[in-house]
């Protein structure tokens, strides 16, 4: 049974640098979902997709983010023009649309720091 | 706007020591809380799901229960592998189908 990856788990990089991280969910999975967490603090929703579709960006995403799922497969989350304000711990979870009682699985994380 | 508050921020108990943690919820209307375990430099890891006020779940030395307002999950003699931050979250009817929202969790350590 695989879980929810995320690649990579670390990366550093300079203010003003393009960063890009993947997620791959769980195989069956059609719901994937997009958080950030910074220290102290608990996850904060980003995005949200069904299948290929993203239906939801949540104000915290600003224009330099931007994510996709094609295929509906894995996803990937960019971040243009980073600013150190965008370190932090992404993490990626999926569920099973329909299907009770509806909980997310959540990967490892991305750390990331801008420097 | 709906949130979740959880108390205390930390709590240290020594190896043995039941206590309870608390996870109090501003929501319009619940479809789900959840509880979830992280470790430190993790992602969080599912515990338990509850749906309807009286509600109740158990696994292993941890409970978790459920009314209108707020959600305890007691800890029944742990041990220092029980050791993490404990994160609460609920999921609204009418908001986006899925979106989860987080407390700031407590941190639990259990010394032995």
């Known amino acids: 049974d695989t879980g929810v990856s995320q690649d990579p788990r670390h990366k550093i990089t300079k203010r003003g640098q393009n960063v890009t991280f993947r997620c791959d969910p769980i195989s069956e999975h059609n719901r994937l979902y997009w958080y950030r967490q910074t220290l102290g603090q608990g996850p904060e929703f980003l995005t949200y997709?069904?299948?290929?579709?993203?239906?939801?960006k949540s104000r915290l995403l600003s224009d330099r983010f931007s994510a996709e799922r094609p295929k509906g497969s894995f996803s990937t989350l960019e971040i243009q023009r980073t600013e150190q304000g965008d370190s932090a711990m992404y993490l990626c979870a999926s569920s099973l649309q329909g299907v009770m009682p509806y909980e997310q699985y959540f990967g490892p994380g991305t750390r990331l720091t801008v420097t | 706007e709906d949130q979740v508050t959880q108390s205390p921020e930390a709590l240290r108990l020594q190896e043995g020591e039941s206590s309870s943690l608390n996870c109090s919820y501003t929501v319009s209307g619940l479809r789900g809380l959840f509880w979830y375990r992280q470790d430190p430099g993790k992602g969080p890891e599912f515990l338990f799901t509850?749906?309807?006020a009286g509600e109740e779940k158990e696994k292993e030395r941890l409970k978790a229960t459920l009314t209108k307002k707020e959600s305890f999950l007691h800890i029944t003699a742990p041990k220092p592998e029980d050791s993490a931050t404990y994160l609460c979250?609920?999921?609204?009817?009418?908001?986006?189908?899925?979106?989860?929202?987080f407390g700031r969790g407590t941190q639990l350590t259990v010394w032995p």
């Open positions: 979250a609920v999921q609204a009817r009418g908001s986006t189908l899925g979106r989860l929202y």
């Open positions: 997709f069904q299948n290929e579709a993203q239906l939801e």
């Open positions: 509850l749906y309807s």
